[in-house]
């Protein structure tokens, strides 16, 4: 079955077709504030796999981010010597691309909740999940967007995680030459460009447009018409 009814909008968001479709909303976070931005690891591999040399070397060594430095992870038993190679998907980063899903993380620091996973309580379908890093070096102020996908699902993993599934269709990695700052499309309630703890951030649809829009006419400008053009096919099926 076609997921866009005869009205052209996902069929589980279509108003017409679903009269009498849930509109609970928060009174903090709204439906049109549900997009989802998420804080990534920087990977030299541009995310076409795990991390190379200088990657766990940045990963482990020098920022030693949690889920990197853990003694389960197969990046960090391969640094040491304890493993021989590395498996396809050994962080959440790794999957963006080649399986359309993120997850939530799972709490590692010592205590009670360490290894139960985060729960992300606000996933509505047809909303975009918007990924973003800052290079090796640079300044949080420099957190830029790199790709995106359109949200299909949700499910919750055996750690208790809440995974996010996007529409392969709908996904983009967006090429380096035309990758946007984050913090010229969204501001903390403060006005602030800082990221801080949590590893997602709920984002509005008047961001996610004037993002789109513009990651449209830069894709264009330098000569990436095809992912222009689905950035754009994003926008008409979404957020018209």
């Not at 077709?17 to 804080?39: E, G, Q, V, W």
């Not at 501001?187 to 449209?216: C, H, M, P």
Request: hydrophobic residues 30%; glycine residues 8%.
């Amino acid at each position: 079955m076609d997921v866009f009814c005869v009205h052209g909008k996902l069929r589980t968001r279509c108003r017409i077709c679903n009269p009498m479709i849930d509109t609970t909303t928060s009174p903090k976070i709204f439906i049109k504030d549900r997009n989802l931005a998420f804080k990534c690891n920087w990977l030299d591999t541009d995310y076409d796999g795990a991390c190379g040399k200088a990657g766990r070397r940045w990963n482990i060594h020098i920022k030693r981010f949690p889920w990197c430095t853990q003694p389960e992870n197969p990046c960090y038993q391969y640094e040491i010597g304890l493993r021989k190679d590395i498996p396809q998907f050994p962080c959440y980063e790794t999957e963006i691309f080649a399986k359309s899903e993120y997850g939530a993380g799972v709490n590692h620091r010592v205590g009670p909740r360490k290894g139960t996973g985060r729960k992300i309580r606000y996933v509505v379908p047809g909303k975009l999940a918007l990924f973003t890093t800052v290079d090796p070096g640079k300044s949080g102020e420099s957190r830029y967007i790199f790709g995106f996908f359109v949200i299909k699902d949700d499910y919750i993993e055996s750690d208790g995680a809440t995974k996010i599934v996007g529409y392969p269709e709908y996904t983009l990695k967006i090429p380096r030459d035309s990758r946007l700052r984050f913090w010229d499309f969204h501001r903390n309630s403060d006005g602030s460009t800082f990221w801080g703890s949590g590893l997602v951030r709920y984002i509005n649809d008047e961001a996610v447009v004037n993002y789109l829009k513009r990651q449209a006419e830069v894709l264009v400008d330098n000569g990436h018409t095809n992912e222009a053009k689905l950035v754009r096919r994003v926008m008409r099926k979404f957020y018209e």
